[in-house]
């Protein structure tokens, strides 16, 4: 009589429209490598999403691991993270105000008035003001590490650009095709900062992205010395970005929708 196979439950998340697969090893245990990435995260063939979070637990410390859809390992994700901090509530692990560790460092994550937060170190800044040329468009960029790398572009009618031929040539260009560059699209009108950002990992424009809002903010930070609580709006999502936290950190304030769960048989 032939064993049959393991049925593996997972769970999907949605942060903004930026949607993800959680495998909770707390719960069933099982070998990473046994998951196909590319076939799970496939919207015809699969289950459907823009990457893969695996919690565990190391030294007794949650950690979280987040795979895009192309399969390659992200070092963080801003919204993975709140999606992996509401399942950790929501399973009743922690009531509030714990710690997750991720491939970039250690983060205090809890819940805040319905939404979810984490504590991040200031991005760091790797160009200000970084002079390309692409075609014949003469553009200034700002790169930043904030957990992943990010082009921010400072751009005049933001819904019309065709941003994924542009950043395609950025992300090509001779002085940062060595990046895994995400590209951001910044317009400012009035008090409001809207964003368009292109993804490495998933080669396209996403609704949103955790990581390019903490970029995004530290640049107008440093560029314009805006107030110490900054809102960044993405196409589905807006989030909140507070400076006045600590000395060398911010809070990063969002939200998190849990869609369904199901089994997967390995």
Not at 55 to 70: A, E, G, V, W
Not at 218 to 233: S, T
Not at 247 to 263: D, L, P, T, W
Request: glycine letters at 6%; hydrophobic letters at 40%.
């Amino acid at each position: 009589m032939m064993k049959s196979n393991k049925a593996i439950k997972f769970f999907k998340y949605s942060g903004f429209g930026n949607d993800f697969i959680l495998f909770d090893h707390l719960q069933s245990e099982f070998n990473k490598k046994s998951i196909d990435i590319l076939k799970l995260c496939d919207r015809n063939f699969g289950i459907g999403s823009d990457g893969i979070i695996y919690l565990s637990k190391q030294n007794n410390l949650y950690k979280m691991d987040i795979y895009n859809r192309d399969a390659s390992k992200a070092t963080m994700c801003g919204n993975a993270l709140i999606s992996l901090t509401k399942h950790i509530i929501d399973s009743k692990y922690e009531s509030n105000n714990f710690q997750i560790l991720t491939d970039f460092g250690l983060y205090d994550v809890g819940e805040i008035e319905d939404k979810y937060f984490f504590i991040s170190s200031k991005p760091k800044v790797l160009k200000l003001n970084h002079q390309i040329q692409i075609d014949d468009m003469d553009l200034n960029l700002h790169i930043i590490n904030s957990g992943n790398f990010h082009a921010c572009l400072f751009v005049k009618n933001l819904k019309e650009i065709n941003i994924e031929e542009i950043a395609k040539k950025i992300r090509n260009s001779k002085s940062l095709k060595h990046l895994p560059l995400n590209v951001n699209f910044i317009e400012m009108e009035n008090n409001n900062i809207n964003v368009r950002v292109f993804e490495n990992g998933l080669n396209k424009e996403t609704l949103a992205c955790g990581t390019g809002a903490l970029a995004v903010s530290y640049v107008i930070k440093k560029l314009f010395n805006k107030g110490k609580l900054l809102k960044i709006n993405f196409l589905k999502g807006e989030y909140e970005i507070d400076f006045s936290y600590k000395k060398n950190k911010v809070k990063f304030i969002s939200n998190a929708s849990f869609v369904f769960f199901g089994e997967i048989v390995l």
